[in-house]
């Protein structure tokens, strides 16, 4: 059993930038061995697994899919179609032994070669997280029942992916099909009900009555609607339209208890200051630590917690989360609410008459976050100079085009949060700043032993915090809301829980 040093997790940027806005209907409560009906706040734009994603999207998937590995809510991960896994000694071939016992729902077989064809359409698709395979030099399938994935190098988080979207696997004789897309053929405990589905809606599951685990088919049917805005949300609760909805914000948290639901909880983003133009190619101010460092003191995050998340969350300085060998709970604190020490580092840094940022603005992120940011930077000197992108932000902030913005991103532990946030290809470090101590660090979790990725992974840690990569304000609370004839465990770092952690009371 291996514990989840680098728990997968959605590559997601918060969900709050690409919703969409449908109306729920169908569901209501169930008895054990009823219709389990969900809230989810994203329809999926393909459910071909090639072009996957995993987070808020992770259950339309996971319906019909099994991966090749498991995330529990324990954090370990566990056999699921792989039954076995080695690493050789320098930890670049990966040797899976597949379960000889399962079928697909078209009738056709698991097989090793099957296992190759997923994982190389995988790498080649249009999934965002397609990039996770970038390092693998070759799969092979020896036999029916084995599968050697060879890596060009070490990549710590390889196991991790595979207990999500890249560790789908779909049936190889619907690769073809005309209609993947929308009629995916998988080995899951549940089939698409294509003629009740609506597209983009309301998808609608079947359960598989050849399902080779019936241990964790808890339901006989299954109904994921869309639910994109908090009103449609809660309106399905008071309902009684669903048995379980993920919440885009804590703002109705006493209204969901109010209906007799349990709120379910984890901490998966944080939200704060991305200072991105570490090497000051934008704005050359921000090549200076004692400026970023003056970002980092001039935020009351005990106050912005309460105005803008009602207290649900956890403060912090470091975008490494609790779960990671990274995480050290002093560095929560590291940086007080100090206006008077941010403006002597600015004046230390030859900015005591003050400098202006420009930044993206997105109104999905909440106007009054950007008017407290504005008036706690303007306390200190600072003048924060607001351009809105449109749906563009996203895209824009990683061109790039701004040298810092408010985000709030998911906390992936070690070598995926590296990956992506840290490494000089990480997606967010759009100007692919690098620093030679960072990269000492990095190659050493790469190629370390277990003990070694931990204890490096700390050094990282404190050193990312100490020289103000980042300024984070704190951990935000997700909430999942259960009604009272249903169940659920989260998982560690994933916005929606696992379709087989949802049971029936009683």
């Given at each position: 059993?291996?514990?989840?040093?680098?728990?997968?997790?959605?590559?997601?940027?918060?969900?709050?930038?690409?919703?969409?806005?449908?109306?729920?209907?169908?569901?209501?409560?169930?008895?054990?061995?009823?219709?389990?009906?969900?809230?989810?706040?994203?329809?999926?734009?393909?459910?071909?697994?090639?072009?996957?994603?995993?987070?808020?999207?992770?259950?339309?998937?996971?319906?019909?899919?099994?991966?090749?590995?498991?995330?529990?809510?324990?954090?370990?991960?566990?056999?699921?179609?792989?039954?076995?896994?080695?690493?050789?000694?320098?930890?670049?071939?990966?040797?899976?032994?597949?379960?000889?016992?399962?079928?697909?729902?078209?009738?056709?077989?698991?097989?090793?070669?099957?296992?190759?064809?997923?994982?190389?359409?995988?790498?080649?698709?249009?999934?965002?997280?397609?990039?996770?395979?970038?390092?693998?030099?070759?799969?092979?399938?020896p036999d029916e029942t084995t599968v050697v994935i060879t890596l060009s190098a070490p990549d710590p988080a390889m196991l991790n992916y595979l207990t999500r979207d890249p560790g789908l696997i779909g049936s190889a004789e619907s690769f073809e099909s005309e209609d993947l897309a929308t009629n995916p053929v998988g080995s899951g405990p549940y089939?698409?009900?294509?003629?009740?589905?609506?597209?983009?809606?309301?998808?609608?599951?079947?359960?598989?009555?050849?399902?080779?685990?019936?241990?964790?088919?808890?339901?006989?049917?299954?109904?994921?609607?869309?639910?994109?805005?908090?009103?449609?949300?809660?309106?399905?609760?008071?309902?009684?339209?669903?048995?379980?909805?993920?919440?885009?914000?804590?703002?109705?948290?006493?209204?969901?208890?109010?209906?007799?639901?349990?709120?379910?909880?984890?901490?998966?983003?944080?939200?704060?200051?991305?200072?991105?133009?570490?090497?000051?190619?934008?704005?050359?101010?921000?090549?200076?630590?004692?400026?970023?460092?003056?970002?980092?003191?001039?935020?009351?995050?005990?106050?912005?917690?309460?105005?803008?998340?009602?207290?649900?969350?956890?403060?912090?300085?470091?975008?490494?989360?609790?779960?990671?060998?990274?995480?050290?709970?002093?560095?929560?604190?590291?940086?007080?609410?100090?206006?008077?020490?941010?403006?002597?580092?600015?004046?230390?840094?030859?900015?005591?008459?003050?400098?202006?940022?420009?930044?993206?603005?997105?109104?999905?992120?909440?106007?009054?976050?950007?008017?407290?940011?504005?008036?706690?930077?303007?306390?200190?000197?600072?003048?924060?100079?607001?351009?809105?992108?449109?749906?563009?932000?996203?895209?824009?902030?990683?061109?790039?085009?701004?040298?810092?913005?408010?985000?709030?991103?998911?906390?992936?532990?070690?070598?995926?949060?590296?990956?992506?946030?840290?490494?000089?290809?990480?997606?967010?470090?759009?100007?692919?700043?690098?620093?030679?101590?960072?990269?000492?660090?990095?190659?050493?979790?790469?190629?370390?032993?277990?003990?070694?990725?931990?204890?490096?992974?700390?050094?990282?840690?404190?050193?990312?915090?100490?020289?103000?990569?980042?300024?984070?304000?704190?951990?935000?609370?997700?909430?999942?809301?259960?009604?009272?004839?249903?169940?659920?465990?989260?998982?560690?770092?994933?916005?929606?829980?696992?379709?087989?952690?949802?049971?029936?009371?009683?």
């Amino acid at each position: 059993m291996l514990r989840w040093r680098t728990a997968a997790a959605a590559v997601a940027i918060t969900g709050a930038l690409a919703l969409t806005s449908c109306a729920a209907d169908g569901g209501g409560s169930t008895d054990g061995g009823g219709n389990l009906t969900l809230g989810a706040i994203l329809a999926p734009t393909t459910l071909d697994p090639a072009g996957s994603e995993w987070g808020n999207r992770a259950p339309y998937y996971q319906a019909v899919f099994d991966t090749l590995l498991l995330a529990t809510p324990e954090g370990t991960i566990e056999p699921w179609l792989a039954t076995e896994w080695s690493y050789n000694e320098d930890n670049t071939v990966l040797t899976l032994t597949l379960r000889d016992d399962v079928t697909f729902s078209d009738g056709s077989k698991l097989t090793g070669d099957v296992v190759k064809q997923n994982l190389e359409r995988f790498k080649a698709g249009t999934s965002p997280d397609a990039g996770y395979f970038s390092g693998i030099a070759s799969i092979e399938a020896p036999d029916e029942t084995t599968v050697v994935i060879t890596l060009s190098a070490p990549d710590p988080a390889m196991l991790n992916y595979l207990t999500r979207d890249p560790g789908l696997i779909g049936s190889a004789e619907s690769f073809e099909s005309e209609d993947l897309a929308t009629n995916p053929v998988g080995s899951g405990p549940y089939i698409l009900d294509t003629d009740a589905t609506v597209t983009g809606t309301s998808y609608v599951y079947t359960k598989n009555p050849d399902y080779w685990n019936p241990d964790v088919q808890h339901y006989d049917g299954l109904t994921i609607n869309v639910l994109g805005d908090a009103t449609a949300a809660l309106n399905a609760i008071k309902a009684g339209e669903a048995n379980g909805v993920k919440l885009i914000s804590n703002d109705n948290l006493a209204e969901v208890e109010g209906a007799g639901w349990t709120v379910n909880a984890n901490e998966l983003d944080f939200q704060g200051m991305l200072l991105l133009d570490r090497a000051g190619t934008m704005n050359p101010a921000l090549n200076d630590v004692r400026v970023r460092q003056a970002f980092n003191y001039a935020f009351d995050r005990e106050a912005l917690l309460t105005a803008l998340q009602t207290d649900h969350g956890t403060v912090t300085t470091q975008v490494f989360p609790e779960t990671s060998d990274a995480y050290d709970p002093a560095l929560d604190d590291y940086y007080t609410y100090d206006p008077d020490k941010a403006k002597e580092l600015l004046a230390e840094a030859g900015y005591g008459d003050g400098l202006t940022v420009s930044m993206p603005s997105s109104t999905l992120l909440g106007e009054a976050t950007y008017t407290l940011i504005s008036q706690q930077l303007a306390d200190v000197g600072i003048t924060a100079e607001y351009t809105d992108p449109g749906n563009n932000f996203i895209a824009d902030l990683l061109a790039p085009k701004f040298p810092a913005s408010f985000m709030a991103l998911e906390q992936n532990p070690d070598w995926q949060l590296i990956q992506f946030m840290i490494a000089p290809t990480a997606v967010f470090n759009p100007f692919h700043y690098e620093d030679p101590k960072v990269n000492e660090y990095i190659q050493q979790i790469q190629f370390g032993d277990e003990a070694t990725q931990a204890s490096v992974a700390k050094e990282l840690n404190t050193y990312i915090v100490e020289q103000a990569w980042f300024a984070p304000f704190y951990r935000v609370q997700g909430s999942y809301g259960t009604d009272a004839n249903t169940t659920v465990e989260m998982l560690p770092t994933n916005a929606y829980p696992a379709i087989y952690d949802f049971q029936p009371k009683g």
